[in-house]
């Protein structure tokens, strides 16, 4: 997403939800239960012949819907929310701002990935900030927005983000957990990825490859540009889908010894 989130508050976004309810409390598997958090053992449905778990995700400030399938292809309920259409399965997105939707439904989610905008966050466009005096506040509006998805009321959270600015930092009140690079799962290139992280475990690196290109960095300039630089990367996605969905499962499986 490229737009300032101050310019995209709960207080000032015009929302149209595109997702019906049905969908989003087990509709498609004509599925009812109680509160998600109390289950005492793993619940796996057979929807169509496909295992789908009971363990609902969502994909925070994504278009392309690449996490959001990664998801959907291990039989979690996922669906992705962004101010933009998606690129794919419109049916599992919701049209609309990210915050509004988390604090109306945060109890049914069991786990949030997120990828705010980066664009007053990033490290490399601080230089700007010295040019620019309303950068400032650019920075602090989208930290604190940054602030909010970590802080959100979902048992187990990842905020990605490129590598940071240090008093973008400060304002979100820590740094990240861990950072990872494409060419650890699958793609040889560059672009360095710090993750923040909530109740999960450190992603493990699933297929180290040869090369090391700068492909995002060399991106020549074009109206795309942007929304190409925020694409997501396939193979961390399927990593994030395997690791953490097995984590979050087995969790809901074991909640007391997930504590």
């Known amino acids: 997403m490229t737009v300032s989130p101050s310019r995209n508050s709960p207080l000032t976004t015009n929302r149209q939800y595109q997702v019906s309810d049905s969908l989003l409390s087990h509709g498609q598997c004509r599925f009812k239960q109680s509160p998600v958090y109390s289950y005492p053992f793993r619940q796996v449905l057979w929807v169509w012949g496909v295992q789908r778990m009971t363990e609902k995700v969502i994909v925070a400030c994504e278009f392309s819907g690449i996490v ?14 962004d101010l933009r259409e998606t690129e794919s399965n419109p049916e599992y997105h919701v049209k609309g701002d990210a915050l509004e939707l ?13 990828h705010p905008p980066c664009t007053y966050l990033a490290n490399s466009a601080s ?17 604190v927005f940054f602030r909010e998805l970590l802080e959100a009321d979902i048992p187990h959270i990842a905020v990605e983000n490129p ?38 475990p450190l ?57």
């Open 68 to 81: 959001r399938d990664a998801f959907r292809d291990k039989g979690f309920d996922a669906i992705s929310c």
């Open 102 to 114: 988390i604090d109306e439904r945060s109890h049914e989610f069991d786990l949030m990935i997120a």
């Open 127 to 143: 230089r700007w900030l010295y040019e620019r005096d309303e950068r400032w506040k650019d920075l602090i509006d989208g930290a």
């Open 163 to 200: 590598v940071m600015y240090g008093y973008a930092k400060k304002v979100i009140g820590r740094s990240q957990d861990q950072c990872i690079q494409p060419w650890q799962f699958g793609h040889g290139e560059t672009k360095r990825t710090c993750l923040w992280l909530k109740n999960l």
């Open 203 to 259: 992603l493990e690196p699933t297929n180290v490859v040869e090369g090391r290109e700068q492909r995002i960095h060399k991106m020549p300039p074009s109206d795309e540009r942007s929304k190409e630089r925020s694409r997501f990367y396939r193979g961390i996605a399927e990593a994030m889908a395997d690791q953490w969905g097995s984590y979050i499962a087995e969790a809901n499986a074991n909640p007391i010894e997930s504590q």
